[in-house]
C-alpha cells in the first residue's frame, strides 16, 4: 500500500532563515505531487505540483520554492522566512490528474 | 475559476444526531472528493464521487453533477467524528483541487 511521509511536524523558526519541509511517498511510482498550505481559517492554497521530476509548476508567485529531485521526493524551500509564511503545509500525491488525491501529516510551520 | 461553497460554516451535534453537509460548486465537475481533517490536521480521504451515491459505515455521499452540488450525510454522529469537513474539486485546466472552506463539526457527548 502508498503512505506519504512530511517532516518535520512542527518548525519554528525566526524571519530570515532558511525553509527546507520535505516529502517522500513509498508504494507507488512516478505519482503527482502537491504542496498546500493551509492558514487560518481553513482554506487550504496549492503552492506547487510536480507531474514527474524535475518538472514544477507554481500556482501562486510568492517566497517559496518547490523542488523534485527523485521520483517520489518533493521539497519546499524558501531562502528567508516572512512572517507571513506561517501555517500548516501539507503534501498530496495522486496517481494522475483528475484521480483521488491523499494528504501527509502535515508540518506546522510558525514564523517569529 | 471554478468557486465551491460548503454549508454550514459550523454544526454542533448532540452525540447520536444525524447530520447533512452540503458543498456547492460553481462549473461542471468530473470529480469530486470529500475529506475529514481531524483534531490533528491530517486530511483524510472520505468519499471519491464523481456522480451517485456511496456508503462507507455510518457516512453516505451523493453527488448531483447536473445541479453542481453533493451531499454528506454522518448517521448517528460519535464524537470522534468532530473535526472539519472539507469537499474539493478539480480547478479547470490544472492539476490542482480547489478546496471548500469546510464544515466545522462538534459532537459533543
Known amino acids: 500500500s502508498q503512505t506519504i511521509h512530511q517532516w518535520p511536524a512542527t518548525l519554528v523558526q525566526p524571519v530570515g532563515s532558511p525553509l527546507s519541509l520535505e516529502c517522500t511517498v513509498e508504494?507507488?511510482?512516478?505519482?503527482?505531487l502537491y504542496w498546500y498550505r493551509q492558514a487560518a481559517g481553513r482554506g487550504l492554497q496549492l503552492l506547487f505540483y510536480s507531474v514527474g521530476i524535475g518538472q514544477i509548476s507554481s500556482e501562486v508567485p510568492q517566497n517559496l520554492s518547490a523542488s523534485r529531485p527523485q521520483d517520489r521526493q518533493f521539497i519546499l524551500s524558501s531562502k528567508k522566512l516572512l512572517l507571513s509564511d506561517s501555517g500548516f503545509y501539507l503534501c498530496?500525491?495522486?496517481?494522475?490528474?483528475?484521480?483521488?488525491?491523499?494528504f501527509g501529516p502535515g508540518t506546522r510551520l510558525t514564523v517569529t | 475559476g471554478i468557486q465551491v461553497e460548503q454549508s454550514p460554516p459550523d454544526l454542533i451535534l448532540q452525540e447520536g444526531a444525524n447530520s447533512t453537509l452540503r458543498c456547492n460548486f460553481s462549473d461542471s465537475v468530473n470529480n469530486l472528493q470529500w475529506f475529514h481533517q481531524n483534531p490533528w490536521g491530517q486530511l483524510i480521504n472520505l468519499f471519491y464521487?464523481?456522480?451517485g451515491t456511496k456508503q462507507n459505515g455510518r457516512l453516505s455521499a451523493t453527488t448531483v453533477a447536473t445541479e453542481r452540488y453533493s451531499l454528506l450525510y454522518i448517521s448517528s454522529s460519535q464524537t470522534t467524528d468532530s473535526g472539519v469537513y472539507f469537499c474539493a474539486v478539480p480547478g479547470s485546466g490544472s492539476e490542482k483541487l480547489v478546496f471548500g472552506k469546510g464544515t466545522k463539526l462538534t459532537v459533543n457527548p
Open positions: 498530496a500525491w495522486s496517481v494522475q490528474s483528475g484521480t483521488p488525491a491523499y
Open positions: 464521487i464523481p456522480s
Open positions: 508504494g507507488t511510482s512516478n505519482p503527482n
